[in-house]
């Protein structure tokens, strides 16, 4: 699959394995129709024949049809999604730092790279907001859950359901969520 990418369009999609995939990973599992394209940015070969590999994540997709080829790797035909608008400039100050707060009562250490890059108002909204789904300690589920969110706001609902969760299980006394009866649970 990385020898293909790399002399063709250097493009990967990842996609979430669904169930008890381990019991047959070597069979197709099913897969969550919606993952991330990623440019190849950086290769590492082994002499084993396996690669390290550095993805760029660019845009997310919904899986219209499975391919069934002779490779030994999936392939499908996708529809990649809008590039957000509503909040990719910048997100509301009042999100933004009810967002950040939560983070800052998840991540251990005020030093942490995280919470500076964070901190960094020339981030823009789609980055920064994404950046917070990417290093949040969650599980697997809640990830997908962020990255199936059909819009930006939809994302940062969902990521501060997830925070204040977070917070909870670190012992912090739980004091409701805002809007809530606007916010629907993650996975």
């Known amino acids: 699959m990385v020898k293909d990418a790399m002399v063709n369009h250097k493009l990967i999609g990842m996609a979430l394995l ?3 995939w381990e019991k047959n990973y070597h069979r197709n599992p099913g897969v969550y129709p919606v993952g991330c394209v990623g440019e190849i940015v950086n290769v590492t070969p082994f002499p084993d024949g396996r690669y390290n590999i ?3 994540g660019f845009r997310e ?17 996708v529809l990649l999604r809008e590039e957000p608008k509503e909040l990719a400039q910048k997100l509301p100050s009042s999100l933004k730092g009810e967002i950040l707060d939560l983070v ?8 942490s790279e995280l919470l500076k890059i964070l901190s960094d108002p020339s981030v823009d909204g789609e980055t920064w907001l994404n950046l917070c ?3 949040l300690e969650a ?7 962020l990255l ?16 204040h969760f977070k917070v909870v299980e670190k012992g912090a006394p739980f004091d ?3 809007d809530s009866k606007e916010r629907k649970p993650p996975h």
């Open 18 to 20: 669904r169930g008890d």
């Open 54 to 56: 550095v993805l760029y």
């Open 133 to 135: 789904c990417f290093s």
């Open 148 to 163: 199936e969110a059909r819009s930006l706001e939809e994302r940062a609902k969902f990521l501060l359901n997830v925070l």
């Open 139 to 145: 599980s697997t589920l809640e990830k997908q859950s």
């Open 104 to 111: 800052r009562r998840t991540v251990e250490g005020e030093e």
């Open 176 to 178: 409701g969520l805002r």
């Open 61 to 77: 997709y919904e899986i219209q049809e499975h391919i069934l080829d002779l490779t030994p790797y999936r392939q499908a035909n």
